[in-house]
Structures are given as C-alpha cells and as structure tokens.
C-alpha cells in the first residue's frame, strides 16, 4: 500500500518540482540540467520503492505512475485551464526587435539561448529574427524577420 | 460504415502583433510567477525546517529527559522518520539496580508501533503482560544503559511508556517515563 502511495505523492511533487524549475529542463538539456534531472529522479525511487525490492512492488510502483500519468492526461484534456498549470503557456520573448523583459526575466532565458534557437533555423544574428517564442515544451520557436504571415 | 467524426478549423489561438498564433496568457503566467516564487520561498522553509531536525534526525528531534525518581535518563527521538532506524537509550541510575539485575517494562508500542528491532544488550528474560514487555538485565556496575533499535512501521503519533517496576523509592513507588514520538512519512 505504502509503494502506491508514495508513488502517488512523488508522481505529484516531481510535477510540481520540474515545472516550477524552469522550463528549460524539457528541451535545451546541458549537462548543468542532466545533474537535476538525474538527481531527482533517484532520490524520489528510493523513497516510491523502499526496502522491498520485490518484482510485486516494482510493478505495483509503474502501474501507479503510469495510472496518475493517464488521469493527469485525462484532467489536462478535460479542463483546458489544467494544460497551463500543467505544461505552462508559450511565452514571447523578443518580438519586432525587442526583447521582451518581464517574459525573459521570469522563465531564466537568456539572449545566447534565443540566438542557440536561431542558429538552427539558419538565422545569423539577433536582428534576424522577429519573434521568439518560448514553447510549453521548453523549445524556441524562432520566427525570421523575412517570413510573412498567411 | 460510421463516418469519420470532423469538425472545422477556427482561429482559436491568441495572435501576437495581429500575426502569429501563440496563445500567450500574460495574465495566467504572472499568476504563475508569483505562485513559484511563493513554492521556492516553501522549498527553502522545508529546507531549513528539516536542517533544524524538525523533520527527524536533526537537533530539534532529539530528545533528552529524566524520570521524577531519577531511576531513568533517557534519550530518544521525538520526531522519528517512518521506516528509519533509531536509538532509544535508557540510562539507569543507582535506584533501577536491586539484587544485581535491572527489571524495566515497556508499552507494546515500542514494538508495534515503533518497531523495535532487538535490544542491547540481550535481556536475561522477557516476559510479556500488561499491554507491555516486561525486561530483566544482569547489572554489575553503574552507569549502565540499554539501548533499543527502533524502526517506526507507521507514519503517525506514537505514545511509549516505560517503567523500572523494581525500582528502590520511596515515593513514587515506581519511576515511569511516557512520551509521544511523531513518525513522519
């Protein structure tokens, strides 16, 4: 029973914990971001597992994980407002050539990380670019200054 | 043969400068902002609570007191961590030693609820009875302490007695020692 639910609790602070971090740990993963994502992940199996190291309790362990990762699914389809709390809202971080501070300052992006984003869309310098766009999933969406709109 | 289920495209996407769907919420994340900086202020109070022992294992958890008799000095923790092994250490005095042996008692609690794992050093005998385990150890010399390995088998509010039965006072006619023991999850 105490595998269950220490699953349960440590399938929600996790949650809690990666989300509030940043958003960075999602998709533009250094090495600096591999220490927490490796770290927490350790120490919340120890305390989901315990001593019992039996095949029954890792199963049992999974399929809560598992069960809590469908409902939260389930909820964040169900409730639109659930897929902000849950994956958090793209944020614009520079658009027609200013950067955008308040969204900047708050997510921890910094100017080299939107420039990183540009260079994989052939962008050459900052001016370049017309929007930058903070994804749900911690990616940079970069639109060029040349591109226009439908 | 059903048909397939559709429903037309709309432009439900939030645009910024009137051009790219986004679905910024500005309002939604400044809410945001403000309840992390309200979870990391909580991390650091969790933090330096479990520094302090308020979680078990750290200064505030221990605990150390003497029985009105003076038979017994005991020191044990008062926030223990469920599944967690501890030291419950029972020091005696002088009164607690009649005929060269030490008789002492404990509630059922200490096993049950706070998993006791042995006694050291082994009793000469254990009798159970009284909602509680009634011990005797051989004692040469003074001071002498015995010492209990515990491990909480469920998180919640633990309540322990102990009792030295054969102790020589005169009033009270028994020393006793109670406590409660907050296992934490």
């Known amino acids: 029973m105490y595998t269950i639910v220490h699953a349960i609790v440590g399938y929600f602070f996790l949650l809690l914990t990666v989300r509030v971090l940043s958003r960075r740990p999602g998709a533009q993963l250094t090495p600096f971001e591999f220490v927490i994502v490796f770290l927490i992940g350790g120490v919340i199996i120890l305390a989901t597992v315990g001593d019992d190291k039996s095949v029954t309790n890792c199963v049992c362990a999974i399929l809560a994980v598992v069960l809590m990762h469908q409902f939260v699914s389930w909820l964040r389809t169900r409730y639109g407002w659930l897929q902000n709390v849950i994956d958090g809202a793209p944020v614009v971080l520079l658009a027609h050539g200013e950067w955008q501070l308040e969204g900047m300052n708050s997510t921890r992006v910094e100017d080299d990380d939107v420039m990183a984003a540009a260079r994989t869309k052939g962008v050459m310098n900052l001016s370049g670019i017309k929007y930058a766009i903070l994804e749900r999933n911690g990616a940079i969406s970069i639109i060029k200054a040349n591109q226009k709109a439908d | ?185």
Do not use: C
Request: no cysteine; net charge negative; aromatic share 8%.
């Open chain 2, 1 to 185: 043969m059903a048909a397939t289920q559709t429903a037309p495209v709309e432009d439900s996407i939030a645009k910024i400068g009137n051009e790219v769907a986004v679905g910024e919420d500005m309002q939604f994340q400044r809410r945001w902002w403000r309840f992390e900086k309200a979870v990391w202020v909580v991390f650091l109070l969790i933090v330096l609570l479990d520094l302090a022992g308020a979680f078990g294992r750290g200064p505030l958890a221990k605990a150390h007191a003497n029985t009105r008799g003076g038979t017994m000095v005991v020191d044990y923790e008062r926030i223990e961590r469920f599944s967690t092994p501890s030291i419950l250490t029972i020091h005696f005095g002088p009164s607690a030693v009649v005929d060269g042996r030490i008789q002492l008692w404990v509630s059922d609690s200490v096993v049950k609820e706070l998993g006791n794992q042995r006694v050291i050093p082994e009793p000469v005998s254990s009798v159970i009875g009284n909602g509680g385990i009634l011990y005797t150890f051989a004692a040469t010399s003074l001071p002498d302490s015995v010492e209990f390995a515990l491990q909480p088998s469920h998180p919640g509010i633990a309540h322990f007695e102990l009792r030295v039965p054969g102790a020589t006072l005169d009033a009270p006619l028994r020393d006793e020692f109670e406590a409660k023991v907050v296992v934490m999850p």
